[in-house]
């Protein structure tokens, strides 16, 4: 909330100044950190003005209060209040104290509601002649108040975190700022919801829906993607980032914010899961909602909403890709704290949102608020997008080939998705395990019975034809995994894989049978991007190969520089597959691995301290891991 200094008078008791007391009120309420000149404030918290009239206020004399905000103000919409001078501050609704009164000037605390709609506001004040004075009914806390004072530091005041990315096997912490007070932001947060769909068909009604952080949070997750609304960012995948900016190149969210304010709201190119997660998370805890960033590893998209995730692969291991399902190797998306008034309050707490444009809800481009709660206990049916976020973490995966036309199953895996789901400590950049918060333990009795339940609520919906029913009665026909009692296999690398340096990868199979075996074994390696998107093949080689009872071998797989160098892009991936069958068995076995190759490494060493409006060196070591020059290289330094 941002007053304005707009007084009026009525009568012969004027209003000649107004002390907002700005260093004081903002300090007290935590906005001190904003790069701002205005009085900003925190809702269901007490602020103090003076206002220095033309004379003191006299006996059977009050002060009416107008608080408006937004177009066409009205009480109706709780977008205009009016209030008077009581003796008790009122702590669910707009209300005022005077708490001294010295001469001409008249000291005043006010306080605004819990549920106070966000934005800017104008401060009217004018005499009242009678003096009529309310009941004080019980205080109640704002939707978002969160307790926990570390929290707090954490989740609304803290400019600076980490998001998570690589895969499940190979974590990798990249820092984001925030700079949700850097000057300007605040601006831009109102700008962007006003150039929401709902605002521009209802203006009024959209900003008096704006005390509901629910509402808030569905909005913001949809205009920040340009899907639909001309939002903040344009979404790229392909690889190809031609007129715009590669992802990996930013390194917070100010500066994407920036652009798109002072360049006519004109979406910015380009950004991808990572980029969403931290430009939410800035605009949240702008706002006041406290927000973390959260990575899932292994992350399912379920396009066609049945909980089940098929992926098919031809007969050289490589995944078709015309198939709707995926799985990422991970994928970032956002958990803001408030109550569920729409919802009992069991699911008060994290509500899970994803402001990547994946899928439609409600015919936008956007997803959740989902309960946490609710992802984990399988309540698939609540609002908003929960069946979507459940599959996302928790669906089954079952791998497909084929062979003259006939499908066959290679295996069923209830555990590989959502892996390692994860998030910044509180007070630390430690990275901490939240799997627990969103499923039960894999290969557990609950964790079972919560997915049976949820594809019992879906296959109740009166909405589901009976083909999808019957895919549904098929498929956990389907969940009895097999033992693999005839092969297993392994990819392993002797040394940590670098990029620019040649890898050396051992592929080992062992036959798990006392009989003699032969295996065709089908090895590619190939790029990919971090959606699992295949980009280029880079290697493959087929080989039959026989195993004694018990036996194990070992393929040496070289991949060299040279090989590898011109396929690689910013995720710097490459699948490794190997789709084994044994002959005469028609039984497959898929060995996958996705390796992240380590980047040059880049240390920046700085002083201890340094002083203000002084210079000061900091020095960058980078370490050229390419058996070749690097030139034209490109150093990005971005602070606050």
């Not at 008078?9 to 001190?32: E, F, I, M, P």
């Not at 592929?507 to 295949?534: C, E, F, P």
């Amino acid at each position: 909330m941002a007053p304005e200094q707009q007084l009026s008078s009525q009568g012969d008791l004027q209003v000649n100044s107004c002390d907002w007391y700005l260093s004081t009120n903002k300090t007290n309420h935590r906005t001190d950190v904003f790069d701002n000149s205005a009085l900003i404030l925190r809702r269901a918290q007490p602020f103090t003005i003076t206002l220095n009239c033309n004379r003191p206020l006299q006996s059977g004399e009050n002060l009416t209060f107008i608080t408006e905000t937004g177009p066409s103000p009205s009480e109706e919409k709780k977008t205009r209040t009016i209030f008077t001078l009581f003796e008790n501050a009122n702590q669910t609704s707009w209300s005022s104290v005077l708490t001294s009164s010295k001469s001409n000037a008249l000291t005043v605390t006010i306080n605004s509601p819990p549920d106070a709609v966000i934005g800017y506001y104008i401060l009217r004040v004018s005499k009242k002649t009678d003096s009529t004075e309310e009941a004080s009914p019980q205080p109640t806390e704002d939707d978002v108040f969160l307790a926990d004072d570390k929290k707090l530091q954490e989740y609304v005041l803290n400019e600076k975190g980490v998001i998570f990315t690589g895969s499940h096997t190979d974590i990798l912490p990249t820092p984001w700022n925030y700079n949700q007070f850097e000057k300007s932001i605040l601006e831009i947060c109102f700008a962007i919801l006003d150039r929401s769909i709902n605002y521009l068909k209802d203006p009024a009604s959209d900003v008096a829906r704006r005390n509901d952080p629910l509402y808030v949070c569905r909005v913001l997750n949809a205009t920040l993607n340009s899907k639909d609304e001309d939002g903040v960012l344009v979404e790229n995948w392909s690889g190809i980032y031609k007129g715009g900016v590669c992802p990996t190149i930013w390194n917070g969210s100010s500066l994407i914010l920036k652009n798109w304010y002072f360049k006519g709201c004109k979406s910015v190119k380009y950004g991808q899961c990572w980029v969403y997660g931290g430009l939410l998370c800035t605009v949240l805890r702008c706002l006041g909602i406290p927000t973390r960033v959260i990575t899932n590893f292994n992350s399912a998209q379920d396009k066609n909403s049945n909980l089940y995730i098929d992926v098919f692969y031809d007969h050289r291991g490589l995944r078709n890709e015309s198939m709707q399902d995926m799985v990422w190797n991970f994928h970032v998306w956002n958990e803001a704290w408030f109550k569920r008034k729409d919802l009992d309050p069991a699911y008060n707490g994290w509500q899970v949102m994803d402001a990547t444009p994946l899928e439609k809800s409600n015919g936008i481009y956007r997803c959740g608020p989902a309960p946490l709660v609710a992802i984990k206990e399988g309540d698939v049916d609540f609002n908003y997008d929960v069946a979507f976020m459940f599959a996302s973490v928790n669906a089954d995966l079952t791998r497909w080939t084929s062979r003259n036309g006939k499908k066959i199953k290679i295996s069923n895996d209830t555990n590989f998705i959502g892996k390692r789901i994860s998030t910044k400590a509180v007070g630390s950049d430690r990275r901490v395990d939240v799997t627990n918060l969103y499923k039960y333990p894999e290969g557990s009795m609950e964790e079972r019975q919560v997915f049976e339940k949820a594809v019992d609520i879906i296959l109740e919906s009166p909405f589901l034809e009976l083909d999808e029913k019957l895919f549904y009665f098929s498929k956990r026909g389907e969940q009895k995994p097999e033992a693999a009692t005839i092969l297993s296999g392994e990819f392993s690398f002797p040394e940590v894989p670098s990029l620019g340096q040649d890898i050396h990868v051992i592929l080992s199979l062992q036959n798990m049978t006392s009989d003699n075996i032969k295996v065709t074994v089908n090895m590619t390696a190939s790029s990919i991007l971090y959606t699992g998107k295949h980009k280029h093949e880079i290697w493959a080689d087929a080989r039959i190969m026989p195993l004694n009872p018990n036996e194990v071998k070992h393929i040496s797989i070289p991949l060299t520089y040279a090989q590898y160098k011109k396929y690689m892009d910013e995720d710097n991936l490459i699948r490794l597959t190997a789709l084994c069958e044994v002959i005469g068995e028609e039984k497959h076995l898929l060995v996958e691995k996705d390796v992240m190759l380590v980047n040059p490494h880049i240390t920046i060493k700085c002083p201890d301290e340094g002083k203000m409006k002084e210079e000061f060196k900091a020095e960058v070591i980078i370490t050229n891991t390419l058996s070749e020059t690097m030139d034209s290289c490109v150093l990005l330094v971005e602070g606050s």
